[in-house]
């Protein structure tokens, strides 16, 4: 069981550059959220998706686009990578956005120079 | 927003002591959510607690909500290295979301 998965787990940008962080889960889980970590300042809610075709924003989600298509894929869009994105990207998906346990990919370390 | 403040955010202890990491906020959540992370993993949850006052134990973990659903703690008797980590509580407003707080990076020396 591969639970959540994230690709790549490590990505060095150029400002300006896009590029999409994958995430896929096989536990047929409606709820998909990401987050990104940063020293100091736990973790905060990009976007999150609570079933295919439905999508909706989080804290921070200026400069990324997400989409949600299948039940099992959530990818996270960088329109155009700015130094400020450097950061680790945690996917996360659940059953139900309501009090159930949320299950963590192993992350994706960007390094926007 | 929902602001959750843990405490201490670093800490440093001897194996075989005890410890009391907290979880407070303002605002009520429906249900509060402790993580472990540790380093280059995603978190992992320990324990999801939904009625006020409610204590659970895990082995040497123990969790408790505030009876008016704003507070947690976690406490860990006899600590070892393997808990070592970044504990992160997460709590569950009332828009669904999870507002995580900052976390308490712990270190148990051997």
């Known amino acids: 069981n591969a639970g959540v998965t994230q690709t790549p787990k490590f990505q060095v940008l150029k400002t300006g550059q896009s590029m999409t962080l994958q995430c896929a889960q096989d536990m047929n889980h409606e709820y998909m959220s990401w987050y990104r970590q940063d020293p100091g300042m736990g973790l905060r809610l990009i976007h999150y998706s609570v079933g295919a075709g439905i999508t909706d924003q989080g804290e921070v989600p200026n400069g990324y686009n997400v989409s949600r298509s299948t039940t099992e894929d959530f990818p996270l869009r960088l329109l155009s990578a700015a130094p400020s994105q450097t950061s680790v990207y945690f996917c996360?998906?659940?059953?139900?956005?309501?009090?159930?346990?949320?299950?963590f990919g192993q992350g994706t370390r960007l390094t926007v120079v | 927003t929902q602001l959750l403040e843990q405490s201490p955010q670093f800490l440093s202890i001897q194996e075989g002591e005890n410890l009391t990491v907290y979880c407070n906020s303002s605002?009520?959540?429906?249900?509060l959510q402790w993580y472990r992370q540790e380093p280059g993993e995603g978190p992992v949850l320990l324990v999801t607690?939904?009625?006020?006052?409610e204590v659970k134990k895990l082995k040497r973990l123990t969790f408790q909500f505030g009876d008016a659903r704003k507070d947690s703690s976690l406490h860990i008797t006899a600590a070892q290295p393997g808990d070592t980590g970044l504990y992160l509580c997460?709590?569950?407003?009332?828009?669904?979301?999870?507002?995580f707080g900052k976390g308490t990076l712990l270190t148990v020396n051997p």
């Open positions: 997460a709590g569950e407003g009332s828009n669904y979301k999870l507002t």
């Open positions: 996360a998906s659940s059953y139900s956005p309501v009090g159930t346990e949320a299950f």
């Open positions: 607690v939904v009625t006020g006052g």
């Open positions: 605002s009520v959540f429906s249900s």
